[in-house]
């Protein structure tokens, strides 16, 4: 406490302030580097307090810190799923994708430790935390889809395998050193989301429905006009199918 | 030792049966039940033998139990998408996926536990395991696709996607109490496959070739002609966009 007394940045910060300066320098150390690289004691010297301090406000060491960041980073990507309900879908999506995808590139190693799994400070409670980003994540997009209140399974199933898929997607991006270029990435997450939609509409009647409505909000310069005018040659061109 | 020795099941086996079958029981616990909520005396009452005994084989006690009948499953998983190079593309992806998902359902609670993360048990080599056999089908897909050697970087990302796509929908499909039935999680799984394909085309050469290959060889009554039916119908309505 004395070590820490001495230090000035201690005598200007307040509980919380403190608290927060210390998750925020555990999510900067947490991001690019597993968690079992990161001591307690990179934690204070990075903070610039001492390693009894840390303890102080996080008595449960480590493991508490990284629930703590966890949590912290969580409501962060949570945010990046709010948009406005007005004009079309995949814009929408895509400035969700955008927010999300900078999240990704910002805390690379972090966001990879957390999801491959396997990681000794991973917890019943860190699993939780990430399963409720996907939980709101596949809220939003339903309410986006209109169908907040109403959706049956198929239709849920498919958000949350395209969720899945879409953490797959960044986790393969940064495993191949952040290739192909975000905004390509990003166009391609939404095509996807739009190809699965209506692969799903032809079994599914409430997912037709849905598709429908949200193809007549699509401008013809967007990403679902550009992917209908790409797509449709070729299926026409299966003339055995047809 | 002596009581091992005792009961007759141990005079009878060999040691590699005898490993053997202390994996097989290992597995059908581990298939049922979290890895946390079984132990080595589970295991060796459940066989038949002894405590130590399970121990003599098995010196690492359930950790290595636990990896030495994960690899086992994995060759079993693995051995899923071995299909014979011949017919249509959508007919040979749901033998595999029939194949995977009886393997999903007769492992149930052990294939969410494994793939969850979080689990007491899980280790590097855990990990390496379960990437090991995504590796594979990927690989398996890829050579199916006719570009075994000589897949881009999107089509990999495309067929590794999907792959998590596939486990996402697995892990849904038992918490919603194995709903809806394997025929249609199958069924979806492969439109699902077809569209991912297809709109991966708009964007990339080569995938564009592999998808005109393979509807090619799809038959009108199959699930690519099928899904090519019900889908241009909502495309060409959306006017505006053509």
Do not use: N
Request: proline share 5%.
């Amino acid at each position: 406490m004395t070590t820490a007394a001495s230090s000035p940045a201690y005598r200007r910060l307040s509980v919380e302030q403190r608290r927060r300066q210390l998750i925020d320098v555990a999510l900067t150390l947490f991001a690019h580097r597993a968690p079992e690289d990161v001591s307690i004691d990179d934690v204070a010297e990075a903070a610039g307090v001492s390693r009894p301090l840390v303890y102080r406000y996080f008595p449960g060491g480590k493991v508490q810190l990284y629930e703590d960041a966890l949590r912290s980073a969580a409501d962060e990507l949570t945010l990046c799923f709010a948009e406005p309900q007005t004009g079309p879908l995949t814009e929408r999506l895509s400035h969700a994708l955008d927010r999300y995808l900078a999240f990704v590139d910002t805390h690379d190693t972090g966001f990879s430790a957390l999801l491959q799994g396997g990681s000794v400070v991973e917890t019943s409670r860190t699993t939780a935390t990430v399963d409720g980003v996907r939980r709101a994540a596949a809220e939003q997009i339903l309410l986006h889809l209109g169908v907040a209140e109403s959706a049956g399974p198929r239709l849920r199933m498919m958000v949350r395998t395209w969720i899945s898929a879409v953490e797959a997607a960044s986790l393969i991006w940064l495993d191949e050193g952040k290739q192909p270029p975000l905004v390509e990435l990003r166009g391609w997450m939404v095509d996807h989301f739009v190809a699965l939609l209506t692969a799903t509409s032809a079994t599914d009647p409430q997912t037709a429905e849905v598709t429908r409505a949200a193809l007549e909000l699509e401008r013809a310069d967007g990403a679902a006009g550009v992917l209908v005018r790409r797509v449709l040659p070729m299926l026409t061109e299966a003339a055995h199918l047809l």
